[in-house]
């Protein structure tokens, strides 16, 4: 239970920092992937903080108190698969200019186009678990 | 507010739930991921994730009423566009294994180089995808 209203309280933090950020804004993840043409780095100034908080947050945790908070990682193979997973969603990120958390972040809207985003992008991850799980041999 | 100070703000809350969500219940934010344990319809895989996106659902619709800007952009591009972008977008962030709160928030706030690695392929391939569209302006 507890659990549960951590987790729902960080995902209204989390959603309503989506929208204070500008990444709710497509224009904007666009204008700053347009660095060949009308560069606008303002979500550098999201990057930048966020990455930093986490980071000092875990190391800072894991100093005070080893015992509970370990840093650990599990990262991803760097094949082929990685590689072109990256690509593919660069290029889908690029086009539109959402990524999965502000396409749920947008349907706040309730305007067509974004429900009908938002379900590609579910359609798009269960196609993809089933194909990888097809692949490595499971179900 | 201006631009560069709601980025910042925006940046901490995202920053800040993430370490908080590390911290309390000991694994890494990643929407991509959530999405994909809520696909499994077991309710036993997808815990406390539901109540997470259920969340930010209630936040992103009371964003109509004390910030309708930030989500008030209309989708203009063509239907196909929108449906062929949102595949590639989820279904890319499973094969890459995180999208840009798994990969770029979280992964590189852990040092992954992989995510490092992600997040510049990210960024550099939709560059790519806004310059062979034609740019934003």
């Given at each position: 239970m507890k659990?549960?209203?951590f987790a729902f309280l960080a995902g209204v933090v989390f959603a309503l920092g989506l929208g204070v950020s500008g990444m709710s804004q497509p224009s904007k993840v666009r204008g700053f992937l347009d660095f060949f043409g009308d560069w606008d780095i303002t979500l550098l100034f999201v990057l930048g903080?966020?990455?930093?908080i986490y980071l000092l947050g875990t190391r800072i945790a894991a100093w005070v108190s080893p015992e509970r908070f370990?840093?650990?990682?599990?990262?991803?193979?760097?094949?082929?698969?990685?590689f072109s997973g990256c690509i593919l969603f660069g290029i889908g990120w690029g086009m539109v200019g959402l990524c999965p958390g502000p396409s749920i972040v947008i349907l706040g809207q309730g305007s067509f186009p974004t429900v009908l985003f938002f379900l590609f992008v579910l359609l798009g991850i269960y196609g993809a678990d089933r194909v990888l799980a097809g692949l490595s041999g499971e179900k | 507010m201006n631009d560069y100070l709601s980025a910042l703000a925006g940046g901490v809350l995202l920053g800040g739930t993430a370490l908080f969500l590390?911290?309390?219940?000991?694994?890494?934010?990643?929407?991509?991921?959530?999405?994909?344990?809520?696909l499994s319809f077991k309710l036993t895989v997808a815990g406390w994730r539901l109540s997470f996106l259920a969340g930010m659902l209630l936040?992103?619709?009371?964003?109509?009423?004390?910030?309708?800007?930030?989500?008030?952009?209309?989708?203009?591009?063509?239907?196909?566009?929108?449906?062929?972008?949102?595949?590639?977008?989820?279904?890319?962030a499973r094969i890459a294994g995180g999208c840009t709160s798994g990969h770029s928030l979280c992964g590189m706030g852990n040092l992954d180089l992989d995510s490092v690695v992600a997040t510049v392929i990210f960024i550099v391939s939709g560059a790519v995808a806004v310059l062979v569209m034609g740019g934003t302006s």
């Amino acid at each position: 239970m507890k659990q549960n209203v951590f987790a729902f309280l960080a995902g209204v933090v989390f959603a309503l920092g989506l929208g204070v950020s500008g990444m709710s804004q497509p224009s904007k993840v666009r204008g700053f992937l347009d660095f060949f043409g009308d560069w606008d780095i303002t979500l550098l100034f999201v990057l930048g903080p966020a990455v930093c908080i986490y980071l000092l947050g875990t190391r800072i945790a894991a100093w005070v108190s080893p015992e509970r908070f370990r840093v650990s990682s599990d990262p991803e193979r760097m094949g082929v698969r990685f590689f072109s997973g990256c690509i593919l969603f660069g290029i889908g990120w690029g086009m539109v200019g959402l990524c999965p958390g502000p396409s749920i972040v947008i349907l706040g809207q309730g305007s067509f186009p974004t429900v009908l985003f938002f379900l590609f992008v579910l359609l798009g991850i269960y196609g993809a678990d089933r194909v990888l799980a097809g692949l490595s041999g499971e179900k | 507010m201006n631009d560069y100070l709601s980025a910042l703000a925006g940046g901490v809350l995202l920053g800040g739930t993430a370490l908080f969500l590390r911290l309390a219940l000991g694994y890494p934010l990643g929407i991509s991921g959530f999405l994909s344990k809520a696909l499994s319809f077991k309710l036993t895989v997808a815990g406390w994730r539901l109540s997470f996106l259920a969340g930010m659902l209630l936040a992103a619709l009371s964003l109509n009423w004390i910030y309708p800007s930030a989500i008030s952009e209309p989708l203009s591009a063509d239907l196909w566009v929108l449906g062929l972008a949102a595949l590639l977008v989820g279904g890319g962030a499973r094969i890459a294994g995180g999208c840009t709160s798994g990969h770029s928030l979280c992964g590189m706030g852990n040092l992954d180089l992989d995510s490092v690695v992600a997040t510049v392929i990210f960024i550099v391939s939709g560059a790519v995808a806004v310059l062979v569209m034609g740019g934003t302006s």
